[in-house]
């Protein structure tokens, strides 16, 4: 069960020592966390009259705590193969472990916990059985 995605590095992702520049890896993750939610929720959006707006189907997230090993470099050019899946379920909250690798080599593992909120009022909220069911389905 999870998520993969590509990401092509850019020369702008890149430090002076030309591999990936650290904080990227937390860009990289966000944006695998984006495109695996819509994609994920998409039809469930779609009969919500959207495409984008989470807030249409009554769910949010927002991130509380982050942790990232990092493994080997990722230079400009790889095509960093990055895999998302879900490894902890709580009621309010889950933890998603989002892998990096080019080729076979590891780049990255992060593991991150997101907490479910209503999206008026910003709150710990539960986890929608449709939230749980679309995050559980291979992409």
């Not at 520049?21 to 939610?37: G, H, R």
């Not at 189907?57 to 230079?75: C, H, N, Q, V, Y």
């Not at 080599?105 to 209503?118: G, H, K, L, M, Q």
Request: glycine residues 6%; proline residues 5%.
């Amino acid at each position: 069960m999870g998520y993969t995605q590509q990401i092509r590095v850019r020369y702008g992702e890149c430090d002076m020592q030309r591999v990936v520049f650290n904080p990227n890896y937390f860009v990289y993750c966000d944006d695998v966390m984006d495109c695996w939610t819509r994609e994920a929720l998409a039809d469930e959006l779609r009969a919500a009259g959207t495409t984008t707006d989470l807030h249409a189907i009554g769910f949010d997230f927002m991130l509380k705590k982050t942790e990232m090993t990092w493994f080997s470099p990722a230079r400009y050019g790889d095509v960093i193969d990055v895999r998302a899946e879900v490894s902890r379920w709580g009621s309010t909250s889950f933890d998603v472990t989002i892998d990096g690798a080019v080729e076979d080599r590891p780049v990255f593992e992060a593991v991150i916990t997101y907490v479910s909120i209503d999206p008026e009022s910003q709150r710990p909220a539960p986890i929608p059985d449709i939230v749980r069911s679309a995050y559980e389905r291979d992409l």
